[in-house]
């Protein structure tokens, strides 16, 4: 019975794993394939099944007709991304300290209507921010730049990083924070002397969420800009033609995803919430 | 002095209603009452963690409501044992003495010394995380006294450690606790017996309110009403129905006729408290075993009188069956009288 069982979550997962890995594995061969390779039949395994070639890689950052220019959009992306994601964790984190800590009232408006207020906006289609987004860029000419896109992604982040942390701060015992200011701090020096460096994980956490959001969004990128700030998802579309390089595409995909899987790796180990252990029992 | 005039709150769940006492600075002030009795309020309201909706509350005739609760020369150690995870326990102590702007040498000697206090040298350089319960919380009491504050409230710090450990720590509080002896120590429990070991005054909460406030041994003794009198041991104070017919006590149509010590009031209803240790086992009255429990050496007997329930304390352990009819016999030496209305009017002769 127990043997049987193991076989077949095994088998379970190894489905699961093998459905989650593969397109990476796809893309990485078919980066290493040429034109040839790629049109020729569903083939794998490099040196066996097709001769391996690095064009999808050097064309990336090649000039001249055959060059890709894939350094200005990953710095596009990387500036909107990061700083969208440091002001919106800012900002959230703050709001929702407040949020989590002090009771507001303004008619029937309570701090879980404010809470969901920020959340609704995630709710909405993005299509219905879109042309107010566009309208507004455009009335402070801040269409097709980078300033203008880090401020429809602070909109876009700031949700995620207040809903988060409201739900992180409301797991660390406010006797913490009561604490401090008994042993001398004001309300923001508790804050920053002993709630912020106890949040660690939930910062983290928010961080990484930000991070992703704002470096895999496709949609806002491609209606808020044009040719000068280009991001790497939309790049990575445009590679989209009558002829499509899929082993430049590929490669292109690969090296837009290992930012947030190095990050990933860097952070995993803050993403415990163990931090709090010794705090409260 | 610290003051409360007429303070009121208006705390959802645990409200405190028109609370006055005078508190003396060199005073330990034990404040004893069940769960929900409004002693954590009453510490909060105190420190300035929650507000007051009535009332006053001053220090050295000084109003407190408006100054903030780091201006507040207090400390406190919660329920909880609350100390900053991301911190030594040398940092964690030395952490009130920091913000009050001593240096890191001079901080961090006398958190030194406040750690050997509690018996925490050479754990310094721990995280909180590392210590056993008992030793999280010695580096709170730790922090709480190093600042030497005014006022200082322990919110049952007991209460979350286990039994041996209680013990030990209890022991050990009167040295703790007289490096703020010239301060007010507010300490609040459920136990009656660390309320009347560890205060110089005892005040008895029930509802959000202050029943009674006086020596440990003077409300033991004469506790003012019935809900002060069932809270002051455990096991509790047993309240009966009683009438006085012809100067004469009737617990259940049975009159006592053994009463000497005792002015009984005049004819009437009355409520009689019976001590636990007023009944003890032979005798004439017949009882019937509803429960028996161990408690420490002693034996909690709890009993149906033909008057009512009561318990009974024997000393050892001993075997009783539930439903099991025994005899037992009452010391009227030590019984209260109380009017129909809870009020304690019991006099002895010897009152005079």
């Not at chain 2, 009198?229 to 100067?247: F, M, Q, Y």
């Not at chain 2, 086992?281 to 019937?288: F, L, S």
């Not at chain 2, 050892?316 to 030496?333: A, C, M, N, R, W």
Request: glycine share 8%; charged share 20%; proline share 5%.
């Amino acid at each position: 019975m127990g043997r049987t069982y193991n076989i077949i979550k095994y088998l379970c997962l190894l489905a699961w794993a093998t459905f989650v890995v593969f397109p990476f594995l796809w893309a990485l061969s078919t980066s290493f394939k040429d034109a040839n390779a790629v049109t020729s039949g569903a083939r794998y395994i490099p040196w066996l099944e097709f001769e391996p070639s690095v064009e999808g890689w050097t064309s990336l950052f090649a000039s001249g007709s055959r060059g890709i220019n894939i350094v200005t959009p990953f710095m596009n992306s990387a500036s909107v991304t990061l700083l969208a994601s440091i002001v919106s964790l800012g900002l959230g984190t703050l709001a929702a300290y407040g949020l989590s800590r002090f009771s507001y009232k303004a008619g029937f408006i309570k701090n879980s209507d404010i809470t969901f207020f920020f959340i609704s906006q995630r709710i909405m289609p993005p299509i219905v921010l879109a042309i107010p987004f566009f309208l507004m860029l455009k009335e402070i000419q801040a269409l097709d730049t980078i300033f203008g896109l880090v401020i429809v992604y602070v909109a876009l982040l700031l949700p995620i990083a207040v809903w988060v942390m409201t739900d992180f701060f409301a797991s660390i015992p406010k006797e913490l924070d009561e604490m401090a200011m008994i042993d001398g701090c004001t309300p923001i020096g508790a804050f920053f002397r002993v709630v912020l460096p106890n949040s660690t994980a939930g910062l983290v956490v928010a961080g990484m969420f930000c991070l992703i959001f704002g470096w895999n969004d496709f949609f806002f990128a491609f209606i808020l800009t044009f040719t000068e700030t280009q991001l790497l998802p939309v790049a990575i579309v445009s590679l989209n033609s009558s002829v499509t390089p899929w082993w430049s595409l590929s490669a292109f995909a690969l090296i837009s995803v290992t930012p947030l899987a190095l990050i990933a790796i860097v952070v995993e180990r803050f993403m415990s919430r163990g931090s709090l252990a010794g705090a409260f029992r | 002095m610290l003051t409360l005039k007429n303070l009121s709150t208006a705390h959802r769940k645990r409200p405190l209603h028109n609370l006055s006492a005078n508190l003396e600075s060199g005073k330990i002030y034990t404040i004893l009452g069940r769960t929900g009795a409004g002693k954590t309020e009453l510490l909060r309201t105190v420190m300035g963690l929650d507000d007051i909706s009535d009332g006053r509350l001053e220090l050295d005739g000084q109003d407190l409501v408006k100054r903030p609760v780091r201006k507040r020369q207090m400390s406190m150690v919660y329920q909880q044992f609350i100390n900053y995870p991301h911190l030594t326990v040398l940092k964690n102590v030395a952490f009130p003495l920091r913000r009050q702007g001593q240096s890191v040498s001079d901080a961090n000697e006398r958190a030194l010394a406040a750690l050997k206090l509690v018996g925490l040298a050479g754990f310094e350089d721990r995280m909180p995380a590392e210590l056993s319960g008992g030793q999280q919380q010695r580096v709170a009491i730790a922090r709480a006294i190093v600042k030497k504050a005014r006022i200082l409230l322990m919110d049952e710090p007991l209460a979350n450690l286990d039994y041996k450990l209680r013990e030990k720590l209890r022991e050990e509080f009167p040295r703790l606790l007289a490096q703020n002896a010239d301060g007010i120590i507010l300490y609040s429990t459920t136990e009656p017996a660390e309320a009347m070991q560890l205060g110089h005054e005892m005040i008895v909460m029930h509802e959000g309110r202050i029943l009674a406030k006086a020596a440990p041994e003077e409300i033991f003794e004469m506790p003012a009403t019935v809900e002060v009198a069932k809270l002051i041991s455990d096991p509790p104070v047993s309240i009966v129905d009683g009438t006085i017919v012809d100067g004469k006590l009737l617990l259940g149509g049975t009159a006592l006729h053994s009463i000497t010590d005792l002015k009984l009031p005049k004819d009437g209803s009355v409520q009689v408290g019976i001590r636990p240790d007023a009944l003890s086992v032979g005798g004439d009255t017949p009882a019937k075993v509803v429960l028996a429990e161990f408690s420490g050496s002693d034996t909690i007997v709890h009993l149906s009188l033909e008057f009512g329930a009561a318990v009974m304390l024997v000393e050892g352990i001993h075997e009783f069956t539930p439903d099991q009819t025994i005899s037992v016999s009452l010391d009227t030496s030590s019984l209260l009288i109380f009017s129909a209305e809870g009020e304690n009017i019991t006099e002895r002769h010897s009152d005079g």
